[in-house]
């Protein structure tokens, strides 16, 4: 079974920093792809950035310049460095998986991925 492990949340003022870690098991990152995600209550889960085949990443356009999603296939750990954070930030992140080959705009949609975490929360204050 696929299992993923999301840590690293917490509390932070504006302008910090966290990093989120993601461990997997029973899955192997070989150009698949895989994605961090995050949710509030009362919306949709919103792709937030995803790493594909060739390490090749996107970004949501809010996060660009802030964020950095990398991945560490010896160590079966997806990344996700956040910087500058901002109260518009806070929310429960979840990274995803998935055995597609996808790449392309598609890859920060909720329906791409067949793997989940259970969610690591996120609070940035002003």
């Known amino acids: 079974d696929v299992q993923l492990v999301e840590s690293g949340g917490g509390s932070v003022q504006a302008g910090g920093s966290l990093r989120l870690s993601c461990a997997f098991s029973?899955?192997?990152?070989?150009?698949?792809?895989m994605g961090w995600f995050r949710q509030t209550p009362g919306k949709e889960r919103e792709g937030v950035a995803a790493?594909?085949?060739?390490?090749?990443?996107r970004y949501v356009d809010s996060v660009k310049g802030r964020f950095t999603i990398s991945v560490d296939s010896a160590d079966n750990t997806l990344y996700l460095q956040m910087t500058s954070l901002r109260p518009e930030d806070t929310a429960m992140y979840y990274c995803?998986?998935?055995?597609?080959?996808?790449?392309?705009?598609?890859?920060?949609?909720?329906?791409?991925?067949?793997?989940w975490g259970q969610g690591t929360q996120v609070t940035v204050s002003s």
């Open positions: 995803a998986a998935d055995r597609s080959w996808a790449d392309g705009l598609g890859v920060l949609e909720a329906s791409t991925y067949k793997y």
């Open positions: 790493i594909t085949r060739g390490g090749h990443t």
């Open positions: 029973g899955y192997t990152y070989s150009g698949h792809c």
